[in-house]
């Protein structure tokens, strides 16, 4: 398996799939700098041609540029000319479906991207389902919700008391562990079915709020007073806001049933819990 992007989400994958069997190799644009998991081989991101090229499983995390994907800019004959390649996964957004008012979206619901990252997102799906179909090879499509886990939660900010408990009534947040995102990416390579789209999302859409909450509790301290949103907005970046923009309940139920897998952390609760044991694995605390 090639992991292009070694990053966050790449490097839980690569770990995962190096604990399920599978040789790995990482790209990382400077591989002097990168932390890749034990067993895992590190190649630059610019030299990985010949390692595609062996490869019968690739896994892309790289996000896409306004020129395109970068993946198969820099790649696409060693794509196409890869004699083994059998599977490949390439982890998008849940932002491709844009702002629902809070209605649900599944598996078969027609994506409609509102802000021009998710717009790239969804051309990027596309150029992969060109790809991949060119190749002869499988496709899975991981639409990711937002991304937590160790070194990337709300306890952070808890901890260095500058949390706040934004309030906006009856919107949510889809979100997933980090470790089940490696969780479903490897029961995909294995579990290869034809062209999918796969929800990477817990099983409980959340008010930023409520994980705020929870992690202050965890931690045992006071949760931060609550705030509402139109006196939040004006401190948030433009970033921050394009999220906020957009609210929707993405379901899962079709992705765990063709994966065949249950999540490790169903809700935050379960999340929050398990960065506490990470990181006291980490301490020795």
């Given at each position: 398996m090639v992991v292009a992007g070694l990053g966050y989400a790449g490097a839980a994958i690569a770990a995962e799939a190096v604990a399920a069997g599978f040789r790995v190799i990482g790209t990382a644009r400077d591989p002097g700098a990168a932390r890749a998991p034990a067993g895992v081989a590190v190649v630059a991101f610019a030299e990985a041609s010949a390692a595609i090229g062996a490869a019968t499983h690739l896994v892309v995390t790289a996000a896409p540029e306004e020129a395109g994907d970068?993946?198969?800019a820099a790649h696409a004959a060693a794509i196409a000319a890869a004699p083994g390649l059998a599977w490949i996964g390439y982890?998008?957004?849940?932002?491709?479906?844009?702002?629902?008012?809070?209605?649900?979206v599944?598996?078969?619901?027609?994506?409609a991207p509102g802000q021009p990252r998710s717009v790239r997102r969804l051309t990027a799906e596309e150029a992969w389902r060109a790809a991949a179909a060119a190749r002869g090879a499988a496709l899975d499509i991981f639409r990711v919700g937002g991304i937590y886990g160790p070194g990337r939660s709300?306890?952070?900010e808890v901890r260095a008391g500058v949390a706040r408990r934004v309030v906006k009534p009856g919107h949510s947040f889809s979100r997933i562990h980090r470790d089940d995102i490696a969780l479903a990416v490897v029961a995909g390579a294995l579990r290869p079915g034809a062209a999918r789209v796969l929800h990477l999302v817990d099983d409980e859409p959340a008010p930023?709020?409520?994980v705020v909450?929870?992690?202050a509790r965890l931690l045992g301290l006071d949760p931060p007073p609550a705030m509402a949103f139109e006196e939040a907005r004006a401190r948030m970046s433009p970033m921050a806001l394009s999220f906020w923009s957009e609210n929707r309940r993405v379901a899962n139920t079709a992705t765990k049933a063709a994966l065949g897998i249950a999540w490790r952390c169903p809700t935050y609760r379960e999340g929050?819990?398990?960065?506490?044991?990470?990181?006291?694995?980490?301490?020795g605390i």
């Open positions: 970068p993946v198969l982890l998008s957004t849940t932002g491709v479906y844009g702002d629902r008012g809070g209605a649900e599944d598996e078969a619901t027609p994506p709300s306890f952070d930023s709020a409520d909450a929870e992690a929050l819990r398990r960065i506490l044991t990470a990181e006291a694995q980490t301490t």
